[in-house]
């Protein structure tokens, strides 16, 4: 166990899928919530990996994903469906997991993997790591052992999490927030944010644009391989 910060590299929406996070936070709060989304505390993002870093591999790690988004066009996703955790109050909007975004999930463990101090003191949901991994069994203890991270393979679900609800097991009714549709569309920035609790990001690291034309906002289906990840 380790008391280093934990950090967070995540894929970051257009300004207006931000905002409409931000929206649907707000609208979930009349509940009983743990947190609302806003610019500037509680970052909108999706996540790709999570892991703690020394102050001095924290400058490595930016370095790396400074020449990720490089080589990075930025992905356009689509909303799927809205999730609702009924046993940790989770509540979120849930993307399609193409090979793009799988990809680039390998790519940023392969870098930033290798640099990571031990596991994190806790998961977003709150359980302390190193009681939960013996429990664990098949691919998610394997991700945990290897990388630190259980949302990896086939437990990747790209998504962006509104909150969280003080009563766990509440079930709302979606009809109130923004249609699905308004949060399909391009995630065109890189960033590493240091974690608060709940999974929330809240203090920006590094913000950086993907790919190396400015605007540009296509797929990057064209860029998918088969990269591994180091082991």
């Known amino acids: ?42 970052y909108p993002h999706l996540s790709l990996y999570m892991g703690n870093f020394s102050q001095q591999n924290l400058w490595a790690a930016e370095l790396l994903l400074v020449e990720i988004a490089k080589e990075t066009l930025p992905l356009r996703l689509k909303a799927e469906r809205y999730t609702q955790d009924l046993e940790q109050g989770m509540i979120e909007v849930t993307y399609e997991n193409t090979g793009p975004i799988t990809h680039l999930q390998k790519v940023v463990i392969s870098a930033l993997n290798p640099l990571r101090r031990g596991l994190r003191e806790r998961d977003p949901v709150g359980r302390v790591l190193r009681k939960w991994l013996p429990t664990t069994t098949g691919e998610v203890r394997e991700n945990l052992e290897q990388y ?12 962006i999490t509104f909150s969280r609800f003080i009563r ?19 995630f065109p920035r890189l960033g590493l944010f240091e974690m608060g609790e709940h999974g929330t990001c809240i203090r920006r690291v590094v913000e950086l644009e993907l790919g190396n034309q400015p605007g ?11 990269l591994p990840l180091e082991r």
Request: net charge negative; hydrophobic share 35%.
């Open 148 to 159: 630190g991270y259980d949302e990896i393979g086939s437990h990747f679900r790209p998504h």
């Open 168 to 186: 766990r097991d509440l079930r709302v009714d979606t009809a109130d927030l923004p249609l699905l549709a308004a949060y399909d569309g391009v």
């Open 1 to 42: 166990m380790t008391s280093l910060p934990t950090f967070d590299a995540v894929l970051l929406p257009t300004e207006e899928i931000g905002r409409r996070s931000v929206e649907a936070s707000r609208i979930l709060a009349r509940n009983g919530t743990e947190f609302t989304l806003r610019d500037g505390e509680f």
């Open 216 to 226: 540009h906002a296509q797929s990057v289906e064209s860029k998918e391989t088969s």
